[in-house]
């Protein structure tokens, strides 16, 4: 039963890596400037990294001979559990930014907590990955300062990216039955204790970039129970092709 | 079986496996290297990626598998360890040096220009062409330069 949910619990956490390193990787050659356009594939890989030693561990949790590429590849929206903020479109680049601001954040605090885990495996991917997270933070702030506190027109482009997007943050701090147990058996994060602490990174970040926070509305979720937005299909009839057209091809 | 090889000649091969993205030093000098044991009639090397997302990490240890097989060592196991992470803290004085040679600037939190020794450096971008590494620019003898990222 425990190995069961804590299988699902991992496979989330490898899809929320998952799908953020794919949109990230779609910058690749479109950066808007050269250094940009390496350091947004450097986050991508991280990520990648990230999911790969997630979804690696959740095969060996499922038994079967399961594998972290089955588990990338050979499964439809429906059974992925990312966070729906995580599949959201590029956009523009303070669309993606925003996006990455608001994930780099709460990934830093969860990672923190994460690092506590009973499970000594998860417990030494967050150490592993906390380091990276770091400093995609101090990156993604740097940028939001920067558009926020710039031009009338980067700062309105990065103002609207914050409306946007805002409907999807309130997801990253639920909890459901799983993580429930998890947090329970001292093997998962308590997302509701990291809240305060992501507001005020967020709120010291939005004030310096003289940008503002918008109230809460309409507020979305249902990726952990993986109802998901139009877009992850999309994401996934890319990112699966090979596997699809293909199925059982070996690089 | 006897153990006809030593541990230490094992580590000697290892050290001639040159980092894939960085040639001046060997995967040895990064730390990547954790352990070479003999144990059960088999050498058990343990490896710990650098970054999560480091392409090159693979690339090792199909190289580390080669080059054992290439001298006919055939009783190893090569595995992944994750803790404690890997940290540029482990790398000795001697390697720090052939970073510089090689025109990388050695992992500090007071980067120096590898080229005239200047602090006046400034940040082009944190993130360079491996996970590894940060842009820099000096603004004495004007030369760009790779970081080596402190972590």
Known sequence: MTKELLYKYVLALGDDALIIGQRLSQWAYKGPFLEEDIALSNISLDMFGRANLFLEYAATLKGDGATADELAFKRNER?????????????????????????????????????????????????????????????SSKWIIRLGDGTAESHAKVQSAINNLWMFTDELFESNKIDHEMVKQKIGVDCSLIKVEWDKIIDEVLSEATLSRPENSNMLSGGRAGIHTEHLGHLLSDMQYLQRAYPDAKW | MVKEISTD?????????????????????????????????????????????????????????????????????????????????WMSDEVKSKLKEAGIAPPSSKVKCPQCDSNKAEVISEFGSTACKAMYKCLECLEPFHHFKQI
């Not at chain 1, 009973?118 to 400093?135: C, G, V």
């Not at chain 2, 990064?30 to 480091?54: A, M, S, W």
């Open chain 1, 79 to 139: 059974e992925f559990c990312n966070h729906i903020l995580c599949e959201q479109p590029n956009g523009n680049f303070a669309d993606t930014m925003v996006r990455q601001f608001f994930l780099d954040a709460f990934n830093k605090l969860f990672l923190q907590k994460l690092i506590e885990s009973k499970d000594e495996q998860l417990s030494a991917i967050a150490q592993k990955s906390i380091k990276e997270t770091t400093y995609h933070l101090r990156h």
């Open chain 2, 9 to 89: 000649a094992i580590w000697e091969l290892l050290k001639a496996i040159p980092d894939p993205e960085i040639p001046a030093v060997s995967i040895v000098d990064l730390g990547i290297v954790r352990n070479v044991e003999f144990d059960d009639d088999q050498f058990k090397i343990t490896i710990t990626p650098t970054y999560n997302g480091c392409p090159a990490f693979s690339f090792m240890k199909e190289e580390i598998i080669r080059r054992l097989e290439l001298v006919g060592i055939a009783n190893f196991k090569v595995s992944t360890s994750l803790a404690p992470p890997w940290t540029t803290d």
